[in-house]
């Protein structure tokens, strides 16, 4: 049987990711530091995993509604209200999806439809111009740059509007350079959408990770807010990767529609993640300042490490990457990336992983031990300057 006439041909175009090839490496070779995963070291506070053993003792293995305990949403419109001044009803402006990464998909095949284009600055997290093209959309990158802090400006967006822009991706705090919007970033942006029918899907997975200054989103700008959809989760802000579960809020009418898909392909997020999310809500603010607060350190650390070796590095204001550039090496970041990694076992992430436009830098994640992120940027000095 031939598979590749049969395989979607979508399907078949999307590029694998490239943040899995150098960890799929790394994890079998021997002595290696990887700063390459961005997943945070710290395991889920106890109170919360005590809350998810007790889900389980009480017998709640059952599904919950298709937009998540009401009890979870509650809690998620409570917690928008209090940390970022938003307000929501849970009733039918809150989902709970399988990780904040299922809220993105589910967002642009509510929205999408073949021909569209979804607006993406660049370098950005992997996973929104692949999901734009199995919607039959057109990912259109807008290039951020390092002399700019990496945020999206008026002029950027402006100029790559069309009457095909269905959709703009707001990836900020950002994976993977640590740029962040201010207000008043947010309110010009505003200004360049506020005549046209473009929807905002604002990812702020890394909301509470900010360094300096508190987080807004541009649903905070009163324009803004109802076409706006909010892609949050627990993973970053609470170390629960595993537990996958993320949010969305927004619009009842893309609400509803993200939960119909939801429905089908999902049916529910997982029962016992639900329970310990509502104590994570209830119970976890002092958990999100302890982490942020090793956080801190950590990115003045390594931040302070790569400018020492040599190598230019913008100092992030948010998430917990660092994005130095690798230019003054004459390498690419494909090259520099896979030497470093055979020759000192240190495994970092190309740039070119995150768009074309990251050729040249490489990201690292501080979500690692003091004690790795330090031996790590020993190891990279030594390759970078050949000692």
Not at 27 to 36: Q, V
Not at 59 to 72: D, M, V
Request: aromatic share 10%; proline share 5%; hydrophobic share 35%.
């Amino acid at each position: 049987m031939n598979f590749e006439n049969l395989v979607s041909e979508r399907a078949k175009s999307i590029k694998p990711s490239g943040i899995r090839k150098f960890f799929d490496i790394v994890s079998e070779m021997k002595d290696a530091i990887s700063l390459g995963v961005g997943e945070p070291d710290f395991v889920t506070p106890w109170h919360i995993r005590s809350e998810g053993v007790y889900s389980l003792e009480k017998g709640r293995t059952y599904y919950t509604s298709n937009a998540g305990l009401i009890e979870l949403r509650r809690e998620i419109a409570n917690y928008m209200e209090r940390r970022y001044g938003l307000s929501y009803r849970p009733e039918d402006q809150a989902i709970v999806t399988v990780g904040g990464s299922e809220a993105i998909d589910l967002c642009i095949r509510a929205l999408v439809n073949p021909g569209d284009e979804v607006l993406v600055p660049e370098p950005s997290f992997v996973c929104y111009k692949p999901c734009a093209e199995l919607a039959g959309g057109k990912a259109v990158p807008i290039v951020t740059k390092a002399e700019n802090n990496f945020k999206l400006t008026a002029d950027e967006l402006k100029a790559a509007i069309t009457p095909k822009t269905k959709l703009l991706v707001l990836p900020f705090p950002n994976n993977p350079t640590g740029g962040i919007m201010t207000r008043e970033d947010l309110e010009e942006i505003a200004k360049v959408l506020e005549n046209t029918n473009i929807i905002v899907l604002s990812d702020e997975i890394y909301g509470e990770l900010t360094y300096g200054r508190k987080h807004v989103s541009i649903a905070n700008i009163s324009s803004m807010k109802d076409r706006t959809v909010i892609v949050n989760g627990f993973s970053k802000t609470y170390a629960m990767t595993g537990w996958r579960l993320g949010f969305a809020v927004g619009p009842k009418e893309i609400i509803e529609i993200m939960t119909k898909i939801h429905q089908y392909a999902i049916m529910s997020s997982p029962t016992t993640s639900q329970y310990a999310a509502i104590e994570a809500l209830k119970n976890g603010d002092e958990d999100i300042e302890r982490m942020r607060e090793e956080y801190n350190y950590r990115r003045r650390v390594i931040v302070d490490g790569f400018r020492k070796m040599g190598l230019s590095c913008f100092e992030p204001e948010g998430a917990f990457y660092v994005f130095p550039s690798i230019g003054s090496t004459g390498l690419s970041s494909e090259e520099f990336s896979e030497k470093l990694l055979y020759s000192q076992k240190v495994a970092v992430v190309p740039g070119n992983a995150f768009g074309e436009s990251g050729e040249g830098f490489i990201r690292c994640s501080y979500a690692y031990s003091i004690e790795n992120i330090k031996e790590a940027l020993d190891r990279i000095d030594k390759f970078v300057n050949k000692k």
